[in-house]
């Protein structure tokens, strides 16, 4: 009797301590994309790594940061003449984008510690939370590494560094989710179907990164309507050849065609899935159902985004889109990969 307390006292714990990370790590990248998208990733121009917790305190420390923000290209070339309510505007989002990282990697990696000196997981479990908890870490640097590359020649951060920081944002919380998933599970069948479907989930996150690159040269701004690009479904400065060129990466006009390009792609490739999956009663309708929802949904927002001139608010739900996305890809994943057939 005792041990099956103990046994769901444990289970209780974990659970608890898993989908607190999750939720953490959600609430981090939805801050983020906020942050991207008022342009506030470089308010704060310096790592902290250890100091930075406190908010400023009084204005003395107020005019520090700002005094530091004033000689970045941003501000020398866009803000110029910006008042300390301004700053302090760009400043609180990326402040608490900062707290919430730490708050996050804290709340993921000391538990781990605590669990794992108790026994409490297996030999493939410790594994995966290793990985879980080195991403943390990697995604600190990242980041700082990301905010760095626009503060001497540049008014912005760099679009790769931005994709990069997203994507391993986004890998956190897919591999959190599915650690809930699969945590019970004695027997994981994998086959042609798990393949398939992890495979269209990697053209998701290609599809992600694309979507960071639209984020961070303001590509959206571009051509704001659909289905055509101006009258064109190849606008007349978006030349195909280009894209084996790495240089067409840093275009708006290449990048916003892209993503365009492989949203319709990834909709059609599921579609072949869908059929496939529901053909050989690989898992239930309902499931395929959830995936398919969840790209229409995106597709949608992402037209909305373009024809509304770009609102902040329909941006930000693009992003979450993505995440509830690739949980449904992720969930679609565990029905086949629990399913005998």
Known sequence: MANTINLNRKNTYITI???LSLFLVFLLIFIGGLTRLTESGLSI???ELFSGILPPLNEKQWQNYFSLYKQIPQYKEINLGMSMAEFKYIFWWEYIHRLLARLAALAFVLPFIYFLVKKFFSFKQIVLYSIISLLFFFQGFLGWYMVKSGLVTNTDVSHFRLSAHLLGGQIILALIFYSILFRNVNKIYLNFYS??????????FFQIVIGAFVSGLDAAKLYQTWPLMNGYF??????????????????????????RVVAYFTAFIFVFIFYLLLKNKIVNSKYLLIVLFAIT??????IFVLISGYKIYLASLHQLG???LVFSIIYLF???SISQK
Not at 195 to 201: K, N, P, T
Not at 242 to 259: D, G, I, M, R, W
Request: charged content about 10%.
């Open 195 to 204: 393949y398939l479907v992890l495979s269209f989930l990697i053209i998701v």
């Open 17 to 19: 301590w898993l989908y």
């Open 322 to 324: 993505s995440i509830f």
């Open 334 to 336: 565990y029905q086949v």
């Open 45 to 47: 121009t310096s790592w």
């Open 297 to 302: 949904f995106q597709i949608l927002l992402g």
């Open 234 to 259: 190849v606008p007349e400065d978006v030349f195909i050849k280009e894209f084996l060129n790495s240089e067409s990466y840093s275009s708006a006009s290449h990048v916003q065609f892209l993503h």
